[in-house]
């Protein structure tokens, strides 16, 4: 996929009001369809499919805006007491937009009835298997 058709690419060209904090390396902007309220994006300025492709100084970069996000949302929203992170690799894992893209996934108590398992829930299936511990 070019650059120039990429919907993260654009946020940082002519979309940058999305931007709620940058650095050298990365940006984060909010998800326009969040899970939850706070939903965010943390998002390498260079165009890499997924997160195989970032290089350790993005990942770096990555990390820093994950944990500053974290806290403003939990500075902004004394509800939340947990978080999932993630990301899809490839058309098979769910990946939609052609540019790496880490999620911040705000928790909040009572936001699904059985949260035991988390991110295993990404396949069906799998997710009404017994965890024991």
């Not at 650095?23 to 994006?41: E, K, W």
Request: charged share 20%.
């Amino acid at each position: 996929m070019s650059t120039e058709t990429c919907l993260f690419c654009d946020v940082q060209t002519i979309d940058r009001g999305r931007i709620v904090s940058e650095n050298s390396l990365a940006i984060a902007i909010r998800d326009a369809f969040p899970v939850s309220p706070g939903h965010t994006l943390l998002i390498p300025k260079r165009h890499t499919r997924d997160y195989f492709g970032v290089t350790p100084d993005e990942v770096q970069a990555i990390h820093a805006l994950l944990h500053e996000q974290r806290a403003v949302l939990v500075a902004q929203d004394a509800s939340i007491d947990g978080f999932n992170i993630g990301m899809n690799c490839g058309e098979t894992a769910g990946q939609s937009v052609w540019h790496c893209h880490v999620h911040l996934i705000p928790r909040r108590q009572g936001d699904t009835p059985m949260p035991k398992g988390g991110v295993r829930h990404v396949i069906a299936l799998k997710k009404d298997q017994v965890i024991t511990w």
